[in-house]
């Protein structure tokens, strides 16, 4: 997509949603783009007041580059690393674990707060507290763990997922592996069907539930509301609670009693650790069938797509993503208006522009997901007669 575009997009986000707004810069793997771009994008995004987080697989994102994009105003670096990708050598999780390792000192030290994504499919359902336990002893450096629930989004060769993936059973799985019965009901983010959350407190590896007390974190929560973090500063962190807590004197004394038992519950860890204190955290994101869609669902939905004529939530784009990445882009140029083809990268004239979204006209090998099955009934053939 040309630069142009991009930027277009991203002015827009800023309009619809203003500073501080969290923004994937996603793909596709966004480090397949000219570098010089990538650090474009973000240094626009972070122009603009708002925080740009880098969505990869890892691959290309050496430490040279994230340092780069660091420097250029990059929040966060979330790396997507699990057995759904099919990663030559790599045969388990535990396997993987030597994997996300390697990544993790890539960013070790650059002021970024490092995400792992995974996919939780039937192959890896087992696993869960193996990869959690990963991460409890590398609390220093990972803040946040997101568990995504395999759905048919019209993409990869997964299907239906199996009946014991929920939430529930997910959320149980990663409590296992965290040693501890996590709370996964406060905050509440988006809606409860497609999102948990749960907060830790990491002392020596051993992991303490931050949410243990529900009134008195959400009533830290409504305190908290609209009072800008900097996440990739504890100590601004810990400032701004501080001063949004002190300005509540009804908070003071549950405060206070909060920490006492806090500290007296993490004592042996605190000791072993010289004091050292981590947070983090874990998600749970149960994304949508394509085809069977909920509007309150959808109406609730926190991770918008930024498309070419503005947010939609990403369960509809899936379900529309055929349409959106094949439909010819207006790009105002010098020269006048022009239609990017996403197809060959062609810029075209309006009269000249071709249809070239009629998927009965495209090579199969440009097609994936529902447009390819759809092409190939249209064209009365079936997958192995494509191969």
């Not at 973090?229 to 501080?242: E, Y």
């Not at 405060?255 to 038992?261: A, D, E, I, M, S």
């Amino acid at each position: 997509m040309p630069l142009r575009e991009i930027f277009r997009r991203i002015d827009m986000i800023y309009r619809h949603y203003g500073p501080r707004t969290d923004i994937q810069v996603s793909g596709g793997d966004p480090t397949l783009r000219k570098r010089h771009e990538l650090v474009a994008i973000v240094r626009r995004i972070a122009h603009l007041g708002m925080r740009p987080t880098l969505f990869t697989n890892g691959i290309k994102a050496t430490r040279d580059l994230l340092c780069e994009l660091a420097a250029n105003g990059l929040v966060d670096v979330a790396f997507h690393i699990d057995m759904t990708q099919q990663r030559r050598g790599y045969g388990s999780e535990r396997d993987l674990n030597a994997l996300r390792g390697e990544y993790i000192e890539r960013a070790r030290g650059l002021g970024l707060s490092v995400f792992f994504n995974t996919t939780v499919f039937a192959g890896n359902f087992a696993e869960i507290p193996l990869i959690v336990g990963f991460f409890r002893q590398h609390a220093d450096v990972v803040k946040l763990a997101s568990f995504q629930l395999q759905a048919e989004t019209g993409r990869g060769i997964l299907r239906r997922r199996a009946d014991r993936i929920t939430q529930e059973s997910v959320a149980a799985r990663i409590s296992a592996g965290a040693g501890i019965r996590l709370n996964f009901d406060i905050p509440r983010i988006g809606h409860p069907s497609c999102n948990r959350y749960a907060a830790c407190l990491e002392a020596n590896a051993t992991l303490y539930d931050l949410c243990d007390d529900p009134k008195y974190s959400r009533a830290v929560i409504g305190r908290m509301a609209g009072t800008p973090i900097d996440r990739a500063s504890t100590g601004r962190v810990v400032r701004a609670l501080v001063g949004a807590l002190a300005g509540d004197r009804r908070l003071w004394l549950p405060t206070l009693r909060f920490v006492l038992r806090k500290a007296w519950q993490m004592r042996f860890s605190l000791f072993a650790s010289r004091g050292r204190v981590n947070k983090l955290s874990f998600f749970i994101h149960n994304f949508q069938d394509a085809e069977r869609l909920r509007h309150d669902r959808c109406m609730s939905c926190i991770f918008m797509v930024a498309t070419s004529h503005g947010p939609v939530s990403m369960c509809v784009y899936n379900a529309k993503r055929d349409k959106e990445i094949l439909r010819p882009l207006a790009i105002d140029t010098a020269d006048g208006r022009r239609y990017w083809d996403p197809l060959s990268g062609a810029m075209a004239r309006p009269h000249e522009q071709a249809e070239n979204n009629d998927t009965a006209k495209l090579p199969l090998k440009r097609l994936k997901g529902r447009t390819r099955r759809r092409a190939l009934t249209a064209r009365g053939l079936t997958g192995s007669d494509a191969r």
